[in-house]
């Protein structure tokens, strides 16, 4: 089983839509969460850090289930600039704070 | 303030060759990570380097190796090329695992 699962997509979706990405990970030691952000051929980058009371940027809003060990994107009125692959990453609070990537979810925005 | 830069930006090797790859990591980071991303697929990590030092290794083989300099600037070396090295090689700086800044990777293909 992979450490952290995504819908792989690709998720096609009208200018205007909102649209929900999820993940799971399987270590309940895990201490930090983050979605990133990768543009096709292009480096990771941050989008938001995720916190369990829930936080929002804009149009974009992470909640985070540690119960259920969920974690979600919401992207609300979507623009064509959001077409990218969204990646669900992890880390535990160790010394190392190595970086746990899914394997993204692919956005395309249509006009 | 200078981000990360990699070199080079696309390699062509040979089965059985050996890689080096290069990182500079941004101003005011002391810790280096490198990661692979095959296609399709999340960046998985290689290793992470803190004071000259690896402190964290994720699931590759010996023949992936590093090195970090006094300057915080990092090598990847990779032995006896597969095929499936094939993938980008990306390297992120950060203050000891926070705030982490990828560069925009190497590209190696093995043929």
């Known amino acids: 089983r992979k450490e952290v699962e995504q819908d792989p997509g690709p998720f096609n979706v009208p200018e205007g839509a909102t649209v929900a990405f999820n993940c799971t990970y399987s270590?309940?030691?895990?201490?930090?969460f983050f979605w990133y952000r990768q543009d096709c051929r292009k480096e990771p980058k941050l989008l938001m850090s995720?916190?369990?009371s829930g936080n929002e940027d804009g149009r974009f809003t992470a909640q985070l289930n540690r119960a259920s060990q969920y974690i979600s994107l919401l992207i609300r009125d979507s623009k064509l600039s959001d077409s990218a692959t969204y990646l669900c990453?992890?880390?535990?609070?160790?010394?190392?704070?190595?970086?746990?990537f899914g394997s993204g979810t692919r956005l395309q925005v249509q006009p | 303030e200078t981000g990360v830069t990699q070199s080079p930006t696309h390699l062509i090797k040979t089965r059985g060759q050996q890689v080096t790859l290069r990182c500079s990591s941004q101003?005011?980071?002391?810790?280096v990570s490198w990661y692979q991303q095959a296609l399709g697929q999340g960046p998985q990590f290689i290793f992470q380097?803190?004071?000259?030092?690896?402190?964290g290794r994720g699931n590759f083989p010996p023949r992936f190796s590093g090195l970090q300099f006094p300057n915080y600037s990092s090598e990847l070396n990779v032995n006896a090329l597969e095929l499936d090295d094939s993938a980008l090689y990306l390297c992120?700086?950060?203050?000891?695992?926070?705030?982490?800044?990828f560069g925009s990777g190497t590209r190696l293909t093995v043929v």
């Open positions: 992120a700086s950060s203050l000891q695992g926070y705030g982490y800044t």
């Open positions: 270590n309940s030691a895990s201490q930090s």
């Open positions: 995720v916190y369990s």
């Open positions: 990453v992890v880390t535990m609070d160790t010394g190392r704070r190595a970086l746990t």
């Open positions: 101003s005011g980071h002391n810790t």
């Open positions: 380097y803190y004071r000259e030092e690896e402190n």
